[in-house]
């Protein structure tokens, strides 16, 4: 029973990633990309913590830690460039002292 509701939540977590590729790249608008970009990654992660589950191991949960720090930083990286239009600011009175 335990294996055949894995493998149903393995099916369901890809076509949502399906879906979610598709609105990432026919977005209407670039915020819509982004949040779409970030439901991958979520399901992403859902979806390499149910192959441990499958697998009955935790090897995979150190990957899935790390693709969870790396789409947060994705997403907040994108969202201020959508706010500002950079990423990063350099201050141009800012000298190194070498």
């Known amino acids: 029973m335990m294996e055949m509701a894995v493998k149903l939540a393995l099916l369901l977590l890809s076509l949502s990633i399906l879906g979610n590729l598709y609105r990432m790249l026919k977005g209407p608008s670039m915020p819509d990309r982004v ?9 992403l992660l859902a979806l390499i913590a149910m192959v441990s589950i ?45």
């Open 54 to 98: 499958a697998a009955g191991t935790r090897v995979y949960l150190d990957l899935v830690l790390l693709i969870g720090i790396l789409a947060f930083l994705g997403t907040a990286a994108f969202a201020r460039y959508l706010e500002r239009g950079v990423v990063m600011e350099v201050d141009p009175d800012h000298r190194d002292p070498q």
């Open 35 to 43: 949040i779409a970009l970030d439901a991958v990654g979520i399901n």
